[in-house]
């Protein structure tokens, strides 16, 4: 199950990310306890959900993600968010002339470039993994 090692980078991001964007503005915080590090223990910035961008050529598959996170942010701040999986198709564009191909259209998958017949493909989408968003509570 790769699912989990993209899981634990998607944790992890999310997890940075809340605690390095605390919600609310700085200078209203009601009672500072005087340490440095005023977001320990506390419960306030909880990630509501976090939307990533799978290519589909890494061949994840969605609930096993999302059991895989689950299992990740078991009692962190993310330990209810919801995770919002989307599938980047595959583009292929020819080196050659520029042209761009749809594995999914008519063409399907093909060796060489329908216009120009080079086979200097190259795979110009479907390998991203990106994390695009983490709303927390605000
Ligand atoms: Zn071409």
């Not at 598959?61 to 209810?80: D, H, M, Q, Y």
Request: with cysteine; proline share 7%; hydrophobic share 40%.
């Amino acid at each position: 199950m790769h699912e989990m090692s993209y899981a634990v980078r998607i944790a992890d991001i999310a997890l940075r990310a809340a605690n390095a964007n605390p919600p609310g503005s700085a200078s209203a915080d009601n009672r500072p306890a005087g340490g440095l590090n005023p977001k320990d223990g506390s419960s306030e910035n909880r990630i509501l959900a976090v939307h990533v961008s799978c290519g589909e050529m890494l061949a994840i598959v969605p609930s096993l993600l999302e059991t895989a996170f689950r299992e990740c942010v078991k009692g962190t701040i993310a330990e209810n968010a919801v995770l919002i999986v989307k599938t980047i198709p595959v583009r292929i564009r020819c080196a050659s002339c520029g042209r761009e191909i749809d594995p999914h259209g008519p063409e399907g998958y093909v060796a060489r470039c329908p216009d120009c017949g080079s086979a200097a493909l190259r795979i110009e989408h479907g390998r991203e993994f990106l994390v695009d968003k983490i709303e927390t509570q605000e």
